[in-house]
C-alpha cells in the first residue's frame, strides 16, 4: 500500500493519506477529506511503499483516509479567497468579543476549504462562557463555528516571529509537532541556566534546546545515573532558582519554592543543583529500606489421640487447687477483723417511715 504525507498549513502537522488512484508528487497540491471537512493542502512526503515493519500512522483498525482529488488553479483561487476571508473574520471576532466583554485574546481564525466551520483560535487564564459569542457568530457567517483554546506554546507558533538568534521561530518554520524540552538538556549544552536565555518568546524552554541537543551531545558520555535533590536544598529548575520544600520518592519529584514565592513540581530529571554535594544517587539512596522483621512461626500442634486411646476420667491427674484468693484492697489480717466486727444494728420493720403513696397528675 502506498501513503503520502500531506501538510495542511505552513509548519503545521503532517498528515497521511493514500493516494489511490491520483499521482501526487512532492509539492503538489491535493484536495483531501478531513475530519474538518475538505481541506486544500500540499504534499511534503513523496508517495511511497509502506513497508510491513512501518506502521500505519493512524489508530489501529482504522483505514487510511484517500485524496479526493488533486487542486485545480479555481482550487488554489478560492484557498486565496479563503485566507483573505479569515483577515475579515478575525476583526469582526475581536469586535464581537469587545461587545461581550470576554476575558479572552484573539490569536487566529481559520476557513476549511469548503468554507463548512469556522475555526477561532484564543487563549484566556481559565475557562471562558463564550456561548453567546458562538451565536452572534454563527447569525453573521451562517455556518458552523468553532472556538478552540491554546496554549502560549501554539500562540506563538501561530503567531510567529524572531527568537533571540536572530531567525524566525522554529514552532512557526519547520517544526510540525511539539516535542518536550528538559532542563537537563541545557547543562549538557554548557548553556547558562539563567530561565531568561534559555527560553524562548512563549516563556517555556527553547524548541531548539531538543533537536540540538543530539548534535552537541554525540560523542559526550551520557548520565544514566539520576540524582535525586535533599529536602532544604538550593536547586535550578526551569522557571529559576529556589529551594527544596518536599521530595517524592514514588513519584520521583520534587516540591520547590522559587525566590519569587512560587511553588512548581518538577521531576527529578529537570532539577539542577546549584551545589553538587547537595544531590544524592537515587540508585544508591533512594526510599530508605524497610528492616525485615523475622516472623515468628507458631510450633506445630500435636495431634490429638483417638477417643479410645484417651485415659478415663479416673486415670487422670487431678487439677491442683486454686489458692485462697483475697480482695485486692484488703489484706487477710483485714478479712479476719472485717469477719470479727460486731452486726450491725436493725431497725424493726414498723418503725420505718412509710413513703406516701404516688399521686397521678393526670387527670
Not at 85 to 92: G, L, T
Not at 149 to 168: F, S, Y
Amino acid at each position: 500500500m502506498q501513503i503520502i504525507g500531506v501538510r495542511l498549513k505552513k509548519a503545521g502537522k503532517i498528515y497521511f493519506f493514500e493516494p489511490g488512484n491520483e499521482e501526487a508528487l512532492k509539492g503538489d497540491w491535493v484536495i483531501v477529506e478531513t475530519v474538518r471537512g475538505l481541506e486544500c493542502g500540499q504534499v511534503v512526503v513523496a508517495a511511497h511503499e509502506l513497508s510491513a515493519d512501518e506502521k500505519l500512522p493512524t489508530e489501529p483498525d482504522v483505514p487510511l483516509a484517500k485524496v479526493y482529488r488533486k487542486a485545480t488553479e479555481a482550487d488554489l483561487r478560492q484557498l486565496e479567497l479563503n485566507h483573505e476571508d479569515e483577515r475579515r473574520a478575525f476583526e469582526i471576532g475581536l469586535q464581537k468579543i469587545r461587545e461581550h466583554d470576554l476575558p479572552m485574546k484573539l490569536i487566529n481564525v481559520e476557513f476549511t476549504f469548503d468554507v463548512n466551520k469556522i475555526i477561532f483560535f484564543f487563549t484566556a487564564d481559565g475557562r471562558v462562557d463564550f456561548r453567546e459569542l458562538v451565536r452572534d457568530l454563527a447569525s453573521i457567517f451562517h455556518t458552523r463555528i468553532e472556538l478552540r483554546q491554546v496554549g502560549v506554546r501554539d500562540e506563538a507558533k501561530l503567531l510567529g516571529g524572531m527568537g533571540g538568534c536572530g531567525r524566525p521561530l522554529c514552532c512557526a518554520t519547520f517544526l510540525g509537532d511539539f516535542i518536550p524540552v528538559s532542563i537537563r538538556m541545557a547543562k549538557d549544552q554548557n548553556l547558562s541556566l539563567n530561565p531568561t536565555k534559555i527560553s524562548g518568546v512563549c516563556g517555556r524552554l527553547m524548541c531548539c534546546l531538543k533537536f540540538e541537543n543530539d548534535l552537541y551531545c554525540e560523542n559526550c558520555p551520557r548520565q544514566t545515573t539520576t540524582f535525586r535533590p535533599k529536602q532544604g536544598s538550593r536547586v535550578v529548575v526551569a522557571d529559576g532558582e529556589g529551594k527544596v520544600v518536599a521530595v517524592s520518592h514514588s513519584r520521583r519529584n520534587a516540591t520547590i519554592l522559587l525566590d519569587g514565592n512560587k511553588t512548581v513540581v518538577a521531576s527529578w530529571e529537570d532539577i539542577l543543583p546549584v551545589n553538587d554535594s547537595d544531590f544524592e544517587a537515587a540508585d544508591e539512596t533512594s526510599a530508605p529500606a524497610e528492616e525485615v522483621k523475622p516472623v515468628d512461626v507458631p510450633a506445630p500442634k500435636t495431634e490429638r489421640p483417638p477417643r479410645t486411646e484417651r485415659p478415663e476420667h479416673s486415670e487422670r491427674s487431678e487439677r491442683p487447687r486454686r489458692a485462697d484468693s483475697f480482695n485486692r484492697h484488703y489484706s487477710r489480717t483485714d478479712n479476719v477483723e472485717r469477719d470479727n466486727r460486731p452486726a450491725r444494728p436493725t431497725r424493726p420493720r414498723g418503725d420505718r417511715p412509710r413513703r406516701p403513696p404516688r399521686r397521678d397528675n393526670k387527670k
